[in-house]
């Protein structure tokens, strides 16, 4: 006999329609009916339940009837393959937990919130907040839409505003905080921002514009973000493939080195969708696999926006070169398509 228990990375949280699964390690996001939520909700709070035990207890309050609970079979299997339940055999850590539950399933804890759901057809809170900690930046990119706002925002929030806005949006049940700016990394407190928001169980994710960056930041930061987005500079990485390749990889490789995850967000320009296939290449050599495209968005000069703003048609045809390219570069980079399961009995 084998028992299920939730992933230590995964969070749940209650919604409306029933609630969400959050991996903060993967980032798979499952959005689950109520039976579902329930059912997470069971595992969660008994630690780990056999298969059998958990169909007994669903069976005994009514979530499951006779007729679903081959879904519910599914659902659970679909689950394990998502990595949102794992297997625990009751040897591995020396307790024999069919002692403990797996014959009487009414010695298994029953959670309160089988009962009563949220109203409204809204989410209880944002699943990632996005923070622009700062609008300061030494570098001056062609692209970036944040210097358009420059004037708007003479003062940013000092340290103890910034722990008590990450605490706030923790109790909110946020799943994420991805932080950007500006730079970001020019926040001496971001150590302490970070740590706090890990700490609260917050998957933090910063945005760099890696110019003159320090590379010992990433060492300082370890163990506090998941993961290090790096806004790439597709003209500089057009002009000067080598010498800028050569610089994500260090990036890249230190980044590793501290064990933080690190990804690149690419704009949709004219001049990027045309040499789409070069920079990604640059990007696979630099060790960069996890892309995210990003819509352009009007920079403060608007004759560069008249100018690198793709029109409808050109997206289009880029969207199908995406779907129907399987050339060896696409196939090596994965570009992130962010993927929402939904499960339900
Ligand atoms: S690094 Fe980022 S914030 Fe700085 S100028 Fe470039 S795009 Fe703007």
Not at 241 to 252: D, G, H, N, S, Y
Request: proline letters at 3%; one cysteine or more.
């Amino acid at each position: 006999m084998y028992l299920l228990s939730l992933a230590d990375s995964v969070r749940l949280r209650r919604e409306y329609f029933g609630g969400i699964a959050f991996d903060t390690s993967t980032g798979t996001t499952v959005d689950v009916d109520k039976a579902a939520f329930n059912m997470l909700s069971i595992i969660s709070i008994n630690s780990a339940v056999s298969q059998e035990d958990l169909i007994k207890i669903l069976r005994s309050t009514g979530l499951v009837s006779g007729k679903n609970s081959k879904a519910a079979t599914k659902v659970i299997k679909r689950f394990l393959e998502l990595g949102i339940l794992r297997i625990k055999p009751h040897a591995v850590d020396g307790n024999d937990y069919s002692q403990t539950f797996g014959n009487d399933e009414r010695l298994l804890k029953i959670p309160e919130f089988t009962k009563g759901w949220r109203f409204g057809n809204y989410l209880s809170a944002p699943e990632t907040v996005h923070w622009a900690i700062t609008f300061r930046c030494a570098s001056n990119c062609p692209d970036c839409y944040a210097k358009r706002h420059l004037e708007l925002f003479s003062c940013e929030m000092d340290t103890r505003d910034a722990l008590r806005a990450v605490d706030t949006i923790s109790e909110w049940g946020v799943f994420q905080l991805a932080i950007g700016g500006g730079e970001p990394l020019l926040r001496s407190d971001l150590k302490d921002i970070t740590a706090r928001a890990s700490q609260n169980g917050l998957a933090v994710h910063i945005t760099t514009g890696y110019d003159n960056l320090d590379l010992a930041i990433f060492q300082k930061l370890s163990g506090n973000i998941k993961c290090l987005q790096i806004g790439v500079k597709h003209d500089r990485l057009m002009a000067q493939p080598q010498a800028e390749t050569a610089m994500l990889k260090r990036i890249v490789e230190t980044s590793t080195g501290a064990g933080i995850q690190t990804g690149a967000n690419l704009i949709l320009s004219k001049s990027s969708i045309k040499n789409f296939e070069p920079l990604l290449d640059s990007l696979v050599r630099a060790g960069i696999t996890r892309i995210t495209l990003l819509r352009y968005k009007p920079p403060k000069d608007i004759l560069r926006w008249k100018q690198e703003n793709p029109s409808v048609e050109m997206m289009a045809e880029f969207e199908t070169k995406l779907s129907s390219n399987k050339s060896s570069v696409f196939g090596r980079a994965l570009l992130q398509i962010i993927a929402r399961h939904h499960m339900s009995f």
